[in-house]
């Protein structure tokens, strides 16, 4: 796979490459100055304007590049976790009928570089950037190649005005893309982008502990009751065997925020808190016991991974946010060299 | 694996059972929120639904710009429950069959497949893909004032793979799972 990633970026970034040279050939001739005026000052202003258009323009082909990998290929962590449920499931079930679909539609989105579900959802942009990062013009840009994207059918026209119901066409809008930076210590740009399907952000849910039904306590144990009824809630109606990404704490906004984070770590990772550890392994292991299974036709896998993490609160409150991901669990990301070309792969 | 070859009737549906798993064969039609709302409300359908499926689905439809001819890209299910309010009406008033859609619906619905001789079929969520590949070809499309999503698309499938989840004799998986899953909840939680 890494092989064909590869000479596909290598074939856009050639193409890419031809262009740009077309477009700061032409430039000289609209400038109105005289020709020999040109010719003196022209290499060194030139060799500038080449080099910021240049690595501007392999900005835009690197975003669009992940926006379709990101949405026809599922990163290698979740496929395995996928056949590994395909091969506990009983077979001649449904629970199997199901895996066995999706193993299929997984393959040909892949084979096909198309959409794996037609809704490819909230766009998710996370940003790790160094110090003296220009935000503002790399949110101009993201826009630009989520409209790109959007135009080569990567993306479904997914962003609807709340008000007017008017769809712009373009999935940009107030809130649309969806994008966050994080200043880090390391000289490089590191893109991440996750698309969540409508479907299971519905089922998504946050709970304020003590929770008096389910005589859930401001512990780890109530934590654990409120995810159980979660998960129990949403049955197959997220497109199971989802993922959970959670926030213990935190106010409502940042815990919801935090939960989405939280998708974004490796499944096979391990949580470097020991309690938390414990706690994921064992929230996967007891909602597979639940029965409820692919698509809610009941069998072994409820869940294919719960990662949570955890945020300071006041003393007034205890919220849990849980973020429900589907199979379809569409991640990537990408960290950019000094010219804005893919240098590597993250997932 | 069973096969429901079209044109399809209600004496066929009935002799499904929760559980099975289908291979639809032959014309379906699209139908989602705006569509059931406006059948709800009355107006006449553009095309016969009696003996019909309907599909909840708002597929990606791209148009050949030279030919004319449309061409399906994604066509999973979307989420039924939405049209809880209205479906058990729109099988008594206009005989159709079945409906292929994703996530399972309530007993009001489930009433309606008992009452009225339908199923509900549970298509994949999410499998896109595998889906449009069973999409022979789109014959007709009506009410495209509703925008694309919307529209009533006329579809010819083969093999098209769904489990019945709600049966015509007041069965339902999404109660039994429902049912079974919390009783397990419990012990989980004791």
């Avoid at chain 1, 119901?165 to 200043?183: A, C, D, L, R």
């Avoid at chain 1, 990301?333 to 070309?341: R, T």
Wanted: net charge positive.
């Amino acid at each position: 796979m890494a092989v064909k990633k590869k000479s596909a970026i290598k074939k856009t970034a050639k193409k890419a490459a031809k262009k740009t040279v077309k477009k700061v050939t032409k430039k000289p001739v609209k400038t109105t100055a005289p020709k020999k005026n040109i010719k003196k000052t022209a290499p060194k202003a030139k060799k500038a304007v080449a080099k910021a258009v240049n690595t501007q323009k392999s900005l835009e082909v690197s975003l669009i590049e992940l926006i379709k990998q990101t949405s026809a290929v599922l990163p290698d962590d979740v496929q395995k976790v996928i056949l590994e449920a395909l091969e506990r499931e009983e077979k001649n079930t449904t629970a199997e009928y199901a895996m066995n679909i999706i193993k299929a539609n997984i393959e040909l989105a892949k084979k096909k570089s198309q959409p794996l579900c037609q809704d490819t959802g909230t766009i998710l942009f996370y940003i790790d950037h160094p110090v003296n990062f220009d935000q503002n013009k790399f949110t101009a840009q993201i826009k630009k190649a989520v409209v790109k994207a959007t135009e080569l059918g990567y993306l479904r026209q997914n962003s609807v005005d709340s008000l007017t119901g008017e769809n712009s066409g373009m999935n940009v809008g107030p809130g649309h893309p969806s994008i966050h930076y994080h200043q880090h210590n390391k000289k490089t740009v590191e893109v991440k982008l996750m698309l969540k399907g409508g479907g299971c952000e519905n089922v998504g849910a946050q709970y304020s502990l003590p929770e008096t039904r389910m005589e859930a306590g401001r512990d780890l144990n109530g934590v654990r009751k409120v995810i159980l009824d979660a998960v129990h809630k949403a049955q197959g109606k997220g497109c199971g065997p989802g993922v959970l990404g959670i926030c213990i704490g935190g106010d409502r906004g940042a815990g919801y925020i935090e939960s989405k984070e939280q998708l974004l770590r490796k499944l096979d990772d391990k949580n470097s808190i020991p309690e938390l550890a414990l706690l994921e392994q064992e929230i996967v292991e007891t909602s597979n016991k639940l029965g409820i299974g692919p698509m809610g036709f009941g069998g072994k896998t409820t869940l294919l991974g719960c990662k949570i993490g955890v945020l300071n609160r006041l003393p007034a409150s205890f919220f849990v946010s849980i973020s429900y991901m589907c199979w379809a669990f569409r991640r990537q990301g990408v960290e950019l060299g000094s010219n804005n070309q893919i240098k590597k792969w993250l997932y | 694996m069973k096969k429901l070859d079209y044109p399809f009737s209600h004496e066929a549906v009935r002799e499904l059972k929760v559980g099975d798993m289908v291979l639809i064969s032959g014309k379906i039609f699209t139908g989602r929120d705006a569509v059931h709302k406006r059948l709800h409300d009355g107006v006449k359908p553009p095309v016969d639904l009696n003996n019909q499926i309907i599909y909840h689905c708002g597929p990606v439809i791209l148009q050949d710009k030279k030919t004319k001819e449309y061409k399906v890209t994604a066509a999973g299910p979307t989420t039924s429950i939405r049209e809880e309010p209205y479906q058990a009406d729109v099988m008594k008033d206009y005989g159709i069959v079945g409906v292929i859609g994703k996530g399972g619906m309530g007993p009001k619905t489930l009433q309606g497949c008992k009452d009225y001789g339908c199923v509900y079929f549970h298509a994949i969520g999410g499998a896109a893909q595998v889906l449009a590949e069973k999409i022979n070809s789109v014959d007709a499309v009506y009410w495209q004032d509703l925008g694309s999503p919307e529209a009533i698309w006329e579809l010819s499938v083969t093999d098209f793979p769904v489990v019945v989840t709600m049966d015509a004799h007041g069965n339902s998986l999404h109660a039994k799972v429902q049912a079974s899953s919390e009783a397990e909840l419990k012990k989980a939680l004791e």
